[in-house]
């Protein structure tokens, strides 16, 4: 069965970087597309882009270019978004979701991961 | 980029009864457009895949329909776990995918 853990929430400084890691279990990992996907507080869900766990090739949204980078580390199956140069608006629950039955749709979800930008 | 507008914001309606979901896209998607129920403090199930395809374990009241611009999510009688948040989710503008900003279905 596919399961996804997150890193516990975080409060940042502005400024700052946070990583959100996300723990992977019950399939072959190597084998699907990891997303990555964010929602402030009250807020809709924003897409921030995607990463083929099996070749590290990702794609960001255009909002998140050169602030994000997501990697994967194959031996502890576990995928990790990173973002700098945070601010107050980035203040939002980050998920993690999977590609795994339904190609290019999300049916595989992360907990949540709260981070908190705040001075 | 594709926006995906929602409505209508707020369903307000009681159990047992149907909910129409609106979801229109600023440009044709074809059928690359999904539907996503989110209840609070949990993160969102998907529900319908290609417009009207129920995903594993979606119970038969949730359907889906339309191409192009314009979708609807129809859930034919209302159960009290079914009042929560639902998200449209286009997947066509690739590499780029984006949500509708969503519609709050409430007891009334």
């Known amino acids: 069965q596919v399961h996804l853990v997150q890193s516990g929430a975080e409060v940042k400084k502005p400024g700052a970087s946070v990583t959100v890691s996300c723990k992977a279990s019950?399939?072959?990992?190597?084998?699907?597309?990891m997303h990555w996907v964010r929602q402030a507080p009250g807020q809709g869900l924003e897409w921030m882009g995607r990463?083929?766990?099996?070749?590290?090739?990702?794609v960001y949204a255009p909002k998140f270019q050169g602030r994000v980078t997501m990697t994967g580390n194959t031996s502890i199956t576990t995928a990790y978004m990173n973002l700098s140069g945070l601010k107050s608006d980035d203040t939002a629950i980050y998920f993690c979701?999977?590609?795994?039955?339904?190609?290019?749709?999300?049916?595989?979800w992360g907990q949540g991961s709260l981070i908190t930008v705040s001075s | 980029e594709i926006v995906l507008t929602q409505s209508p914001a707020t369903l307000s309606l009681s159990p047992g009864e149907r909910a129409t979901l609106s979801c229109r896209a600023s440009?044709?998607?074809?059928?690359?457009l999904a539907w996503y129920q989110q209840r609070p403090g949990q993160p969102p199930r998907l529900l319908i895949c290609?417009?009207?395809t129920r995903a594993t374990g979606i119970p038969d009241r949730f359907s889906g329909s339309g191409s192009g611009t314009d979708f609807t999510l129809t859930i034919s009688s209302l159960e009290s776990e079914d009042f929560a948040l639902y998200f449209c989710?286009?997947?066509?503008?690739?590499?780029?995918?984006?949500f509708g900003q969503g519609t709050k279905v409430e007891i009334k």
């Open positions: 990463i083929n766990l099996k070749s590290a090739v990702t």
């Open positions: 989710l286009q997947r066509s503008d690739w590499p780029s995918w984006t």
């Open positions: 290609d417009a009207s």
């Open positions: 979701a999977l590609e795994y039955f339904y190609q290019f749709y999300f049916d595989f």
């Open positions: 440009q044709s998607v074809r059928t690359n």
């Open positions: 019950g399939y072959t990992f190597t084998g699907y597309y």
